[in-house]
């Protein structure tokens, strides 16, 4: 792909394609479906109406997803600074049906996943939620493999002594 606008057909496949695993790494990230809805679509629009300068096209979806995790970023930011004065310290917003369908370990593994630092936090639901592997959890939150892996392990070590040694 040259440095021109990314086709319509092209980013409508890409978005038929990979939109439920979008939302769904943006709802592990923020918290709930509206907003993960929101900044995937809101990626796709700034993708639409200002093309990413890419050579090659099979690059795009990397592209998105690390514009989705950055999304994400930016809303928790912003909820940051909106809620600090009245509630510093602010669950994430699961819905009804989603606690419903939780065990109490599930429960108790999401706020534990909660309490990690963001990188730790953003490298374990890429890595074992979603599936990406070392290279794409890394291209993902711009990072090096490595990065990944430290992250990785060092979240699996906080997660498991917050847990009692339940999670491996």
Same mark, same amino acid.
């Given at each position: 792909?040259?440095?021109?606008? &990314?086709?319509?057909?092209?980013?409508?496949?890409?978005?038929?394609?990979?939109?439920?695993?979008?939302? +769904?790494?943006?709802?592990?990230?923020?918290?709930?479906?509206?907003? %993960?809805? #929101?900044?995937?679509?809101?990626?796709? &629009? +700034?993708?639409?109406?200002?093309?990413?300068?890419?050579?090659?096209?099979?690059?795009?979806?990397?592209?998105? =997803?690390?514009? &989705?995790?950055?999304?994400?970023?930016?809303?928790?930011?912003? =909820?940051? +600074?909106?809620? +600090?004065?009245?509630?510093?310290?602010?669950? $994430?917003?699961?819905?009804?049906?989603? #606690? %419903?369908? @939780?065990?109490? #370990?599930?429960?108790?593994?999401? *706020?534990?996943?909660?309490?990690? $630092?963001? =990188?730790?936090?953003?490298?374990?639901? @890429? =890595?074992?939620?979603?599936?990406?592997?070392?290279?794409?959890?890394?291209?993902?939150?711009?990072?090096? $493999?490595?990065?990944?892996?430290?992250?990785?392990?060092?979240? @699996?070590?906080? @997660?498991?002594?917050?847990?009692?040694?339940?999670? *491996?």
């Amino acid at each position: 792909m040259t440095t021109g606008a &990314v086709s319509s057909t092209t980013l409508t496949s890409l978005y038929e394609e990979h939109q439920v695993a979008l939302i +769904r790494l943006a709802v592990l990230l923020v918290g709930d479906e509206p907003t %993960a809805e #929101n900044v995937v679509q809101d990626v796709f &629009v +700034r993708i639409r109406h200002k093309a990413p300068r890419l050579h090659d096209e099979a690059r795009l979806l990397t592209h998105v =997803r690390a514009a &989705v995790l950055n999304g994400c970023r930016t809303e928790l930011r912003r =909820r940051e +600074r909106r809620w +600090r004065p009245t509630e510093p310290d602010r669950p $994430p917003v699961w819905s009804t049906e989603s #606690n %419903a369908f @939780l065990s109490q #370990n599930d429960r108790e593994l999401m *706020r534990a996943l909660q309490q990690l $630092p963001r =990188r730790q936090r953003e490298a374990l639901i @890429l =890595r074992y939620y979603l599936g990406y592997s070392d290279a794409e959890t890394a291209a993902a939150m711009g990072i090096r $493999p490595g990065t990944v892996r430290s992250a990785t392990t060092r979240a @699996l070590a906080a @997660l498991s002594t917050e847990m009692g040694g339940e999670v *491996r």
